[in-house]
């Protein structure tokens, strides 16, 4: 139980914001959506590439079983949104709120849509990306898999235009995400992660993790050809 | 309590009702509501004058006062933690002592004020000074700042609250934590207000969950927060947590599973997680917002989870009492349902008659209701974007 096994994992920003529209404009055909915030067009990206990335046949199964969990950090949310909302009001008063605009203000609405494409039941949350955000989501994912709440869940972060999202499992794979707890007289500190690939040189197979962009490093070393400039500094 | 259960050592709120939770408690008791008119904002283009707003006593305006406290949602929050804390017997720097590990989950809707003054050319009510900030991380990097301790913000509009004492007790059962303070915390302002009268949740009239005339509900706002403890090392002063359940409805952006299937999934994984079946359950204190279309789905989930017995268990929403307090309505709805469980005793859903309750519920309604036994209750919270969440306590 001390280690995580990467299933699958994507990164998009703006070099992939041709497919993001595209995909972001089937789920608003499927769905009847008129309107979804621009932060989730990248998420709904990279949810879905990093699920079909491992093409797992039982994925549907387990996510329609409440089995799947989906975790997002964000620390400006649906920034497009609020502001169209506050403008509008601004510019033409009370008669202008709009109904739309208002409920896609929810920090959890992207989260929302993202399960929703990939009929995502079991626990989907939204997290403020605070400092050590990565290490925090990580933490919460190997416990919602260690107490038996998912058996998978993907977690990342989505901002504007941009989204890193990677799919975890207990167990070893080719990218193994393991950890130990802070030793000695810093228990508090909470849990070290270390990423370990099959494919690093000799002697760098194990590269301490830190607490720093956790969840973009897994993603980049797992998608290597498809990563894009440094996408979430914000 | 189950071995697993970890304890409920200490509440602490601030509400429309009281700002403290024993007030809360005994004025829920005694039926009275906290609703009223707005005062703190224009009112211009809303649907309704009313809502759960706190009008902050002298006591509280002196504590903002004191600790330099600008916003609406930290005062409340920082309030009711405080409470807490003390309630438990401890304080910030007994969180962080060596050797203590300690944390806070917090949960919030919309964070901060959604009133910024440079967009909509309106200057801030009292206590907004720098509330207009949506970058969640100030949000979290405020209570650190104050606590000192590790610090998640977790946001799932109505069920963050619930959400947050789920993934506190995990931190506890599967992280060895000794202490996690969680709740949840939101302010009422004007863009808020205005955005769910565009919505046509409010009601004009009063919230009457589960009512055949029901036509709505009543937003509100405030704070509460649960110190939760090790069962070993802590006896279960009030009530101890058992188990939480998490669901998503993959079905509408603010409309509810018509079926209640999201709602079901959570009740069950929630018994499931405290090694419970839905017979062991004494009493639910419901979601129960008064939409026309949450309470149908809430009553079919609790049907699905309960069979005929769902018509038998004494259940009741303190949400006409204290408004829809949002992010934090989950944990105002723990406080309730760990008291019940403490005094025995269901405080009443005001505004409803037992002759138009429209369901096959056993909705208290009236005056608060003595139970001979309630050793095991349920805690529904269902929020937009078909986030659900509940929490089983236990004796």
């Known amino acids: 139980m001390s280690e995580m096994r990467v299933l699958g994992a994507a990164v998009v920003g703006p070099a992939e914001g041709e497919a993001a529209k595209a995909r972001a404009t089937a789920f608003k055909r499927e769905t009847r959506q008129r309107y979804l915030d621009s932060s989730v067009e990248a998420g709904l990206e990279a949810l879905h590439a990093a699920m079909h990335g491992d093409a797992d046949p039982g994925l549907a199964q387990a996510a329609a079983a409440g089995r799947i969990g989906l975790l997002l950090a964000t620390a400006l949310g649906p920034q497009a949104s609020r502001g169209d909302y506050l403008r509008s009001y601004g510019q033409r008063g009370e008669k202008s709120a709009s109904a739309t605009l208002f409920t896609n203000c929810g920090y959890n609405i992207a989260g929302a849509m993202l399960a929703r494409s990939q009929n995502i039941r079991g626990p989907v949350l939204t997290f403020g990306a605070d400092d050590g955000w990565d290490r925090k989501l990580l933490d919460v994912a190997r416990r919602l898999l260690v107490a038996a709440r998912a058996e998978i869940v993907y977690a990342g972060r989505i901002e504007p235009g941009a989204a890193a999202i990677v799919g975890l499992a207990l167990g070893r794979g080719d990218i193994t995400v393991s950890w130990r707890l802070s030793s000695g007289e810093n228990r508090a500190a909470g849990h070290e992660y270390r990423i370990e690939t099959g494919d690093e040189p000799d002697g760098e197979a194990r590269r301490p993790a830190g607490a720093e962009d956790m969840v973009r490093r897994i993603a980049a070393l797992r998608c290597r050809p498809r990563v894009a400039a440094p996408i979430l500094s914000t | ?395």
């Open chain 2, 1 to 395: 309590m189950p071995a697993d259960a970890v304890a409920v050592t200490g509440l602490g709120c601030t509400s429309a009702l009281a700002e403290n939770a024993p007030g809360l408690w005994t004025a829920l008791l005694a039926a009275r509501s906290g609703i009223k008119p707005i005062e703190h904002f224009p009112l211009d283009g809303l649907r309704t004058p009313l809502a759960g707003a706190i009008r902050p006593s002298p006591e509280l305006r002196s504590f903002a006062e004191r600790e330099r406290v600008t916003s609406r949602l930290h005062v409340f929050g920082f309030a009711a933690l405080d409470e807490a804390l003390a309630d438990a017997g401890w304080d910030a720097a007994a969180l962080r002592a060596p050797g203590t590990k300690a944390a806070l989950v917090v949960g919030t809707s919309l964070g901060m004020s959604l009133v910024a003054p440079e967009a909509v050319g309106e200057r801030l009510t009292e206590y907004d000074g720098d509330a207009s900030n949506p970058d969640l991380r100030a949000l979290a990097a405020s209570f650190e700042r104050r606590y000192s301790v590790e610090t998640i913000v977790v946001t799932t509009a109505c069920a963050s609250a619930a959400h947050a004492a789920a993934l506190a007790l995990d931190m506890i059962r599967c992280d060895g934590y000794d202490v996690v303070v969680c709740g949840g915390a939101d302010s009422l302002d004007r863009m808020k207000y205005l955005g769910h009268s565009a919505l046509q949740t409010l009601t004009e009239d009063l919230p009457r969950p589960f009512s055949r005339a029901r036509s709505g509900t009543l937003f509100g706002e405030g704070a509460g927060f649960l110190v939760l403890e090790r069962a070993p090392r802590a006896p279960a002063r009030y009530a101890g947590l058992a188990g939480a359940g998490y669901s998503t409805d993959v079905y509408h952006v603010t409309a509810p599973d018509p079926e209640g299937e999201g709602g079901a999934m959570a009740m069950r994984a929630a018994l499931a997680d405290a090694g419970l079946e839905p017979e062991a359950v004494d009493h639910v204190n419901l979601h129960g917002t008064g939409t026309p279309l949450n309470d149908v789905s809430e009553f079919k989930a609790l049907a699905q989870v309960f069979g005929a017995r769902a018509s038998r268990v004494p259940c009741t929403s303190v949400k006409p009492a204290v408004g829809h307090a949002m992010g934090a309505a989950g944990v105002l709805e723990a406080i309730a349902t760990i008291l019940a469980i403490r005094d025995r005793t269901v405080p009443p859903t005001l505004n409803v008659r037992a002759d138009e309750v429209e369901y096959p519920l056993d909705l208290v309604t009236g005056g608060s209701r003595p139970l001979g036994r309630i050793d095991c209750a349920l805690s529904n919270s269902f929020g937009f974007g078909g986030a659900n969440g509940t929490l089983v306590f236990t004796r």
